[in-house]
């Protein structure tokens, strides 16, 4: 898999194509065409070009159409605000405003567009204020652009006075975030960990790790941290002492492992008693199941490694993007192969209630099914069948639960359980997920918000 560019390079802040500035301090300039992508060197930029020919002159046309100049200014709102549900429709109205006027064009980079940096209080950006300049029949000089945060430099605003108006919003809590940080915070830390990302032999950017022990027996979850199950043992792998470091790589690992740590929280608390965790064979079924889940399948060995007595991992992955593949065993520890234990790995490529029909009466009902980062609220549009999904897991009474990367999906997700029938489990949704990834991504086509791997419990429910 060839590994595609970092968001802050889909943002024009490092290299497009050699991703300098990641890891050093090093000066890009922008393409003086499009504006939007940036280079370090002459060098980089004629070797990105055949990448970059297509969307640069389409944004090049986009600029001078003032029919698209007009429409695109007539979305700003009338005054600054900082009210971040009517911002990130603005600036999702934006990018929908974008792909109109660019509509025909091959190979549209939507990242180029999601990820434009834009004013967080007015949503307007760089191409808007040329545009807009350009209506009024003057030319933005270099006093007309966005005003990055002097902190973070991942945050802008068009002006200073716009800046007076946003301070409180990019230095204050974020409380749709583990420990409520700025804005400003989580996006260096982001930064941090886009660089360490990019350092990965993986392409799709995924560290998978797990500690080599198993544990005695099994221990609640409830009321434990990340830090306290993880830090002593990451600790000892990566040999590190300073906390900066650790922080950067606990939340790499996290990105993977808040896969079977949700998985055992939720069956934690939609089982009765602990008699799970003394299962001969423990079964798992993944709906709607993605390329992270399947290139982080080693990962779910932790579900082993926290319930000894388990002789059996049976996951299921399925949904339309799942490989057409045999099951399989898995390879796993010494230790667990030592006491006679497996994990076994399927992958169906149907729509959940595709398979439990096709199956029949060989349907084998799971301990816990999950569908993780489901956006089930947006499957209308992107063809997914979700709901009727959801209606059979109702039905037929499989204690389940779902995903999202934030509030705002976790809340619409959740309605749409309940409409299918679900009575949520109350610690289960809609709220923050104790086991979600520590890695927070800046959300695209927004001007607030952050998207992190289950961050949030839309529902959980038997």
């Known amino acids: 898999m060839q590994r595609g560019p970092p968001w802050p390079a889909s943002m024009g802040l490092v290299c497009h194509y050699c991703f300098k500035g990641m890891h050093v301090n090093i000066k890009v300039s922008k393409c003086s065409r499009c ?33 698209a100049a007009r429409k695109l200014v007539s979305l700003l709102p009338k005054e600054p605000t900082t009210n971040i549900q009517q911002l990130n429709k603005l600036a999702s109205q934006q990018v929908d405003a974008y792909c109109d006027y660019l509509h025909g064009q091959r190979e549209i980079k939507l990242s180029w567009l ?12 760089d ?15 270099d006093t007309m652009r966005l005003i990055p945060c002097p902190e973070c430099k991942l945050s802008f605003c068009c002006s200073r006075a716009h800046w007076e108006i946003a301070d409180r919003l990019h230095h204050g809590p974020c409380h749709d ?21 990019t350092s990965f032999p993986d392409a799709s950017e995924h560290l998978v790790w797990i500690p080599e022990r198993v544990k005695h027996k099994w221990v609640s979850l409830e009321g434990q941290s990340w830090e306290g199950e993880f830090d002593d043992e990451l600790r000892k792998f990566s ?40 299962k001969q064979t423990l079964i798992v079924h993944i709906v709607g199941a993605s390329l992270r889940e399947f290139s982080c399948s080693r990962v779910f060995e932790e579900i082993l490694h926290r319930t000894p007595q388990v002789k059996t991992l049976k996951i299921l992955m399925c949904g339309p993007e799942a490989p057409d593949r045999n099951a399989r065993d898995i390879e796993i520890c010494r230790d667990c192969i030592k006491r006679g234990r497996s994990y076994v790995l399927e992958f169906i490529p149907q729509a959940y209630h595709d398979v439990v029909r096709n199956q029949g009466s060989d349907f084998e009902h799971p301990d816990l099914c999950i569908g993780f980062n489901s956006g089930a609220n947006h499957s209308a549009a992107l063809g997914y069948t979700w709901p009727a999904t959801f209606k059979l897991l109702v ?32 610690a289960l949704g809609p709220v923050l997920n104790p086991w979600g990834s520590m890695k927070a991504v800046p959300s695209p086509h927004s001007a607030y918000g952050f998207l992190v791997n289950s961050g949030w419990l839309a529902g959980g429910f038997k």
Request: with cysteine; charged share 25%; aromatic share 4%.
């Open 114 to 125: 999601q990820r434009e940096p834009r004013c967080i209080v007015c949503t307007r950006t």
């Open 35 to 67: 504006h939007r992508i940036s280079y370090c060197d002459t060098e980089c930029q004629n070797s990105d070009w055949e990448s970059h020919k297509v969307m640069c002159k389409a944004l090049s046309s986009l600029e001078k159409n003032p029919f």
């Open 239 to 278: 040999r590190m002492s300073q906390s900066d470091p650790s922080l950067l790589m606990m939340a790499a690992i996290s990105d993977t492992l808040t896969l079977p740590m949700t998985i055992l929280y939720a069956l934690s608390k939609l089982s009765d008693g602990d008699g799970w965790t003394r």
């Open 395 to 426: 039905e037929r009474k499989i204690p389940s639960l779902i995903t999202a990367y934030d509030r705002e999906d976790a809340v619409k997700d959740a309605a749409l359980l309940r409409a299918a029938g679900a009575a949520l489990h109350p």
């Open 127 to 141: 191409m808007v204020i040329r545009m807009e300049a350009a209506l009024k029949g003057t030319t933005a000089d």
């Open 177 to 197: 975030l583990r420990d409520s940080p700025s804005q400003c915070y989580t996006n260096k830390l982001a930064h941090s960990q886009s660089m360490i990302a």
